[in-house]
């Protein structure tokens, strides 16, 4: 029943790892997103990507990518983890150009770097 | 069932009019409850509410949050067209961990005309 999942929903790992969680949207909606929620609780952009174009924050550093399989998937995948990494990451879908283009999010991932 | 209600799901009025956007909750160890701003790019950050009464403010903007019925609004005055957007509402668990993820409504769409 859910729309938008995460998993796994908490994620401790050590400095230096590789490390991907994953996003799955069963809304069949064309565009995903993943952002880091900062201490602020501020929501920042990382990636926008449907079928056709994949946006990418520029200030994201290049050990974070994001990985479709197909369009109901976008994974992050994040190399060489390093402490400041640790911070709460969500995913979200829309419809983009239908009504809206309301965002919905999944729960979060909290990702704790030792 | 979804732990986070908004109403209404959509909202039309003319610039100058007063809005009160509602979001009501159920969850088991709450923390905080957020609103957020979403245009065409990411979410922007607009309040984080933790105690009962005490009105938080930003220009015409104001939210108050009530943990005895589980509801928070967010107000509107002078309402501009620049004020339309889609208003999410979220909540933050309290985990064994630290903080949870967020649970977020499915929003208010608002819309402003001249």
């Known amino acids: 029943d859910t729309a938008v999942s995460q998993t796994p929903k908490y994620l401790v790992t050590q400095m230096g790892n590789d490390k991907s969680i994953k996003c799955e949207q069963n809304l069949g909606h064309d565009t995903m997103y993943w952002y880091k929620q900062d201490s602020k609780k501020f929501l920042k952009i990382m990636f926008s990507y449907n079928n056709k174009e994949l946006i990418i924050n520029e200030t994201v550093p290049n050990r974070f990518s994001p990985k479709s399989p197909d369009k109901a998937h976008l994974n992050l995948h994040i190399n060489s983890l390093e402490l400041g990494d640790s911070a709460v990451y969500f995913c979200?879908?829309?419809?983009?150009?239908?009504?809206?283009?309301?965002?919905?999010f999944g729960p979060g991932t909290r990702l704790t770097v030792l | 069932e979804d732990k986070v209600v908004q109403s209404p799901l959509s909202l039309v009025v003319h610039e100058g009019d007063t809005v009160t956007l509602n979001c009501s909750y159920e969850v088991t160890n709450f923390r905080s409850l957020l609103w957020y701003k979403q245009e065409k790019k990411a979410p922007t950050f607009l309040f984080m509410l933790t105690s009962s009464g005490i009105e938080k403010k930003s220009g015409r903007l104001s939210s108050i949050l009530d943990k005895k019925e589980l509801f928070s609004i967010l107000n509107i005055t002078a309402t501009q067209t620049g004020d339309s957007a889609v208003y999410l509402c979220a909540v933050e668990e309290w985990s064994g961990g630290g903080a949870d993820g967020l649970t977020f409504g499915k929003g208010t769409h608002l819309i402003i005309q001249p």
């Open positions: 979200a879908s829309s419809q983009v150009g239908v009504g809206t283009d309301t965002q919905y």
